[in-house]
């Protein structure tokens, strides 16, 4: 995942399909990743990629309850980064284009962080905002891009949690 510095997304969709080259901050937890991208440093570098491996692994259906966050301060940048107290900061991240991530725990209680998407895989922001920092339960397909885990699922069929 790429970000640039303070509360925005990357904004590299011309960058789509090409490899590139550039500078930035590694932000890491838990094993998730993410560049916060150096001002003016990204750049072509080589021909356009293959389709990625990952297109077709769909990992299945299923209904998880967590913490919508904003992904930049939960993986490092802020701390605690999740929680009521940060839920104006992630408000205000994922509003200016931070990728929204479902941050939830499996029958066995083990955390994961999850890339929060549309249904169509696309993104949900302005849609996500009532939704942060409180209890939520999503339903959705499951996908893994590398160690990445992604959730796609419709934004209108989250549901709080008391």
Request: hydrophobic share 40%; net charge negative.
């Amino acid at each position: 995942m790429l970000v640039a510095g303070g509360k925005h997304g990357a904004g590299v969709h011309l960058f789509d399909g090409k490899n590139v080259k550039l500078k930035g901050t590694r932000i890491w937890r838990d094993g998730v990743t993410m560049i916060e991208i150096a001002a003016n440093t990204i750049e072509v570098a080589g021909s356009a990629v293959s389709s990625p491996d990952w297109l077709n692994n769909n990992l299945g259906t299923f209904t998880l309850v967590g913490e919508i966050v904003d992904s930049k301060c939960y993986l490092g940048v802020m701390n605690p980064g999740h929680t009521k107290p940060h839920r104006e900061c992630a408000t205000l991240c994922i509003s200016g284009g931070i990728p929204p991530m479902f941050v939830a725990q499996d029958e066995a209680g083990n955390k994961m962080a999850l890339l929060l998407v549309s249904a169509t895989n696309q993104a949900v922001n302005q849609e996500v905002l009532d939704f942060v920092a409180e209890p939520v339960k999503i339903t959705g397909q499951v996908w893994r891009e590398g160690d990445q885990l992604i959730l796609r699922a419709d934004p209108h069929t989250y549901q709080r949690v008391e």
